[in-house]
């Protein structure tokens, strides 16, 4: 058992959603891919096309933001960019149903947990769930996942940037001695929760996207703590 059960201390988890509980870039990556193979560029190699994707990506995030839409708005751009082809009202749709299909996919929930959510909530810890995205999104996925009730709340920001993890501290009166962030992203889950003074727990995904990597980061004051575990179900050997 914990130390920290064993020594009566309840613990605030914020969780992330996407790739944490509940697969989701993978139906982008397969979406992508039947981009690269529709767009079947003569000159320029998948992995050249991937590329030039995750440069349009980047720029399409700073003033679409995140969701469906935005990416649908990247597979557009990097067509203009790459096709010599016009982009014709025709192939503009067929594009967009490379990224609005991937709404029809059920929420499938990772292996492990629910159990671990229900066996944390026993532990008498306070479970908030804390993703970035399209909020509409977001929050038909929270809906739709059966996890909800896990959850004493659950805040869509967006982006996950220290001032959002201090913003949510101050919002629910959050102790930072006892307030871990749980995620699968360096740059969006771990590293900016430990610069806002949290503990982090990094749980490694096969297939983060490529936009979230970045090197792990370290604690950065007496105290604070950087649990790195396997898999989701693993939390329980901790808390």
């Not at 201090?166 to 749980?182: C, F, H, N, P, S």
Request: with cysteine; net charge negative.
């Amino acid at each position: 058992m914990s130390t920290l059960v064993q020594n009566g201390i309840p613990q605030t988890l914020l969780i992330d959603a996407d790739d944490t509980l509940w697969e989701n870039n993978i139906y982008f990556e397969r979406s992508i891919a039947d981009f690269i193979s529709f767009l079947n560029h003569h000159e320029f190699t998948p992995e050249q096309v991937r590329e030039r994707l995750n440069q349009v990506e980047r720029e399409s995030i700073k003033t679409h933001g995140y969701g469906l839409k935005s990416f649908a708005n990247a597979l557009c751009k990097t067509f203009e960019c790459l096709s010599v082809e016009p982009l014709t009202p025709e192939l503009r749709e067929r594009i967009h149903q490379f990224a609005l299909r991937i709404a029809e996919h059920p929420v499938e929930i990772i292996i492990d947990v629910p159990e671990t959510l229900a066996y944390l909530t026993t532990q008498r810890h306070h479970l908030i769930l804390m993703t970035k995205g399209a909020p509409a999104e977001q929050i038909a996925k929270i809906e739709r996942s059966g996890l909800k009730e896990y959850f004493a709340a659950a805040e869509v920001v967006a982006e996950k940037t220290a001032s959002a993890y201090k913003d949510v501290a101050e919002k629910y009166g959050l102790d930072r001695d006892v307030t871990w962030m749980v995620g699968n992203s360096p740059r969006s889950d771990v590293n900016p929760a430990l610069e806002a003074g949290f503990h982090a727990v990094f749980v490694p995904h096969d297939m983060t996207w490529v936009l979230e990597h970045e090197e792990l980061g370290s604690p950065l004051r007496p105290g604070q703590k950087l649990l790195k575990i396997q898999r989701f179900g693993d939390l329980k050997k901790h808390f």
